[in-house]
């Protein structure tokens, strides 16, 4: 009784705020995703085509990003005013930067960043790993593979660049490469006709929280039922586009990426599911978004540790969860 009368009140503060918003003029809204427009950036895209947004007051506009895109930068800057991080050390750099942004949300408990591994070549283990040739990309390299390093004994020595280009993991049997959960998997299925092992890097230690929202530090001290109406609509779109109609929003996602394909979006809606990325842990009491901070503080240990992050930050500064962890959207979830 208590877990419904949660649901209930938190269902009734969003669409009391949906009403009171629909009488005036919907408040404008720039929100810039950090990639070309995918299934994991669905639930934003379901929740301005299924009407979320608009029933919260807000005129939506997703800019996508891109490989020539800086789309962070525009945050910084006032250009945008939501951004969708990739995990939490973009925060924590922010932080250490004194850069006026805040993460607000974790759409994602999971980070989908994997590492794969052919089958049948001693490396079905995820303490195996680090003996391999690792094709790994410079981002990564700064950071994950710094983690791995200190927690896994990866070597330096081992790596290869990764270009985006699965063919030399494929030609290597005794290989494994970066990649993520949603994507590569799938690009090595269809290019080189055999299933790849996947090591989720999430379920193995590297529990940052994955797809934030940031906003800027004066957005959220100023206009913070315009933060909590896009959070909350956000969080709802999210759950109908797990588990409800999402054809709309994919057909939009189509549209704005021509070159996403049907399987593709199948592919990553499936993995998502299967790994708990956006719907687990914490978010199945606290609904989607939520964060705490214990698991903010574990994640900062482990990144100064690997020396990606210094020491000495208040890290509390990076984030807050006042707009998420109240229950909101949780009735939309399947019973099972």
Do not use: C
Not at 218 to 239: C, L, M, P
């Amino acid at each position: 009784m208590k877990h419904l009368k949660v649901i209930v009140a938190a269902a009734a503060a969003f669409f009391s705020i949906s009403g009171a918003s629909q009488a005036q003029t919907p408040d404008r809204v720039i929100f810039a995703t950090n990639w070309l427009a995918q299934a994991e950036h669905g639930g934003h895209y379901q929740a301005l085509v299924d009407g979320t947004y608009k029933k919260a007051g807000l005129d939506v506009r997703i800019m996508q990003g891109g490989p020539q895109a800086n789309n962070r930068i525009l945050l910084a800057a006032g250009k945008v005013d939501f951004y969708m991080t990739a995990n939490l050390i973009p925060s924590f750099t922010a932080l250490e930067q004194n850069i006026p942004v805040i993460a607000v949300a974790a759409i994602f408990q999971k980070d989908p960043f994997i590492l794969m591994s052919h089958p049948g070549q001693g490396f079905d283990k995820f303490e195996n790993l680090s003996k391999a040739t690792a094709l790994i990309g410079a981002e990564a390299r700064a950071g994950i593979f710094q983690w791995l390093r200190t927690a896994y004994g990866f070597r330096e020595q081992n790596i290869k660049p990764y270009t985006f280009n699965p063919a030399p993991f494929i030609a290597d049997k005794t290989s494994i490469q970066q990649g993520y959960l949603t994507s590569e998997p799938f690009a090595v299925e269809q290019v080189g006709k055999f299933k790849p092992i996947i090591f989720l890097a999430a379920d193995h230690g590297f529990d940052t929280y994955s797809t934030l929202i940031e906003a800027r530090r004066d957005t959220v001290e100023k206009r913070a039922d315009y933060v909590q109406r896009f959070v909350d609509a956000s969080i709802i779109g999210w759950y109908n586009y797990m588990y409800g109609d999402n054809s709309a929003a994919n057909a939009l996602i189509k549209r704005e990426n021509p070159e996403m394909t049907d399987a593709q979006i199948a592919f990553s809606i499936a993995k998502m599911k299967e790994y708990g990325i956006v719907d687990s842990g914490e978010a199945l009491k606290r609904g989607i978004g939520a964060m705490s901070d214990e698991r903010i503080a574990s994640f900062y240990d482990k990144m100064v540790k690997s020396g990606v992050i210094k020491a000495g930050l208040d890290v509390k500064q990076a984030y807050t969860a006042r707009f998420v962890n109240k229950g909101v959207g949780l009735d939309l979830r399947p019973k099972q």
